[in-house]
């Protein structure tokens, strides 16, 4: 029962950063990737930036050029770097492991999530 601890929300004004970190509290073996949700009051998990276990990044349009995802292999962790914030970023941030692994000859994939925390973007 792999759990992820997410850290660093908070509250900051417009233009200001926040460095969000995901802790694995084991190991997981076989990652795929590794990525960053969010989602607002009303509205579906959106995701906003994510790394493969390559090392490949794909952001969502509205953070491209602000926000940095980065991984530490050796530390089971993925961090998002957050700079030029918004309102419009204020969400609930979630971090997500994906990993595969086989069971005979099948594949069964896996999802693991954080427990999210608050971002706020407001003057």
């Known amino acids: 029962q792999v759990q992820l601890v997410e850290s660093g929300g908070g509250l900051v004004q417009p233009g200001g950063s926040l460095r969000l970190s995901c802790a694995a509290s084991?190991?997981?073996?076989?990652?795929?990737?590794m990525a960053w949700y969010r989602q607002s009051p009303g509205k579906q998990r959106e995701l906003v930036a994510g790394i493969t276990s390559s090392g490949s990044t794909n952001y969502a349009d509205s953070v491209k050029g602000r926000f940095t995802i980065s991984r530490d292999n050796a530390k089971n962790t993925v961090t998002l770097q957050m700079n030029s914030l918004k309102p419009e970023d204020t969400a609930v941030y979630y971090c997500?492991?994906?990993?595969?692994?086989?069971?005979?000859?099948?594949?069964?994939?896996?999802?693991?999530w954080g427990q999210g925390t608050q971002v706020t973007v407001s003057s």
């Open positions: 997500n492991v994906k990993n595969s692994i086989w069971m005979g000859r099948s594949t069964v994939s896996n999802d693991y």
């Open positions: 084991e190991r997981i073996f076989n990652i795929n990737a």
